[in-house]
Antibody, heavy 121, light 108 residues
């Protein structure tokens, strides 16, 4: 079945970087965009950016420009989201999600299980 | 940026009742670009509705979506105990993609 499996929880100090992985299976990896969304504790969902595994092109939300880098490894069907200069406000669960499109519309399905990143001194 | 405003923030109902959740956009959103998700504590969001009114695979028919332009609605016809969760609307058409702030559906 189609699924996205993310790497495990991370604890980082302020100023450090974190790299979260999202491994895809059950479909042609290079044919679907992957989006990253984060959710701070008790808060809503925040869109971060998108990567197209087929060519590696990316587009980031303005808020994360310069601090986030999304990459992919087609040999392992894995996308990565790296965030630098971490601060306490970056403490959140980070999700990857596949973008689908059919005649009905666009939507995210499936989602990864989420990766908790905790930034604390 | 398209701002999605969901109302109410919290909805308190009993099992068996009808739930109506609203999502209002700050500018016109194409129906094909509007989706609804359900999220339970400790879980990833789950797709319910896409294209404003199409149910995702495996979603019970008590869930329905409607609306166009700037006003969209998610309706749950008869609440089951497992329906109590947080619901988010999301638009894809205008970058950056955006989500509503969520409606928490709680048991009365």
């Amino acid at each position: 079945q189609v699924q996205l499996v993310q790497s495990g929880a991370e604890v980082k100090k302020p100023g450090a970087s974190v790299k979260v992985s999202c491994k895809a299976s059950g479909y042609t990896f290079t044919s679907y965009y992957i989006h990253w969304v984060r959710q701070a504790p008790g808060q809503g969902l925040e869109w971060m950016g998108i990567i197209y595994p087929g060519g590696g092109s990316t587009h980031y939300a303005q808020k994360f420009q310069g601090r986030v880098t999304m990459t992919r490894d087609t040999s392992t069907s894995t996308v990565y989201m790296e965030m630098s200069s971490l601060r306490s406000e970056d403490t959140a669960v980070y999700y990857c999600a596949r973008l689908n499109f059919n005649s009905g519309g666009y939507y995210y399905d499936p989602w990864g299980q989420g990766t908790l990143v905790t930034v604390s001194s | 940026e398209v701002v999605l405003t969901q109302s109410p923030g919290t909805l308190s109902l009993s099992p068996g009742e009808r739930a109506t959740l609203s999502c209002r956009a700050s500018q016109v959103v194409s129906s094909s670009h509007l989706a609804w998700y359900q999220q339970k504590p400790g879980q990833a969001p789950r797709l319910l509705i896409y294209g404003a009114s199409s149910r995702a695979t495996g979603i019970p028919d008590r869930f329905s979506g409607s609306g166009s332009g700037t006003d969209f609605t998610l309706t749950i016809s008869r609440l089951e105990p497992e329906d109590f969760a947080v619901y988010y609307c999301q638009q894809y058409g205008t970058s950056p993609n955006s989500f509503g702030q969520g409606t928490k559906l709680e048991i009365k």
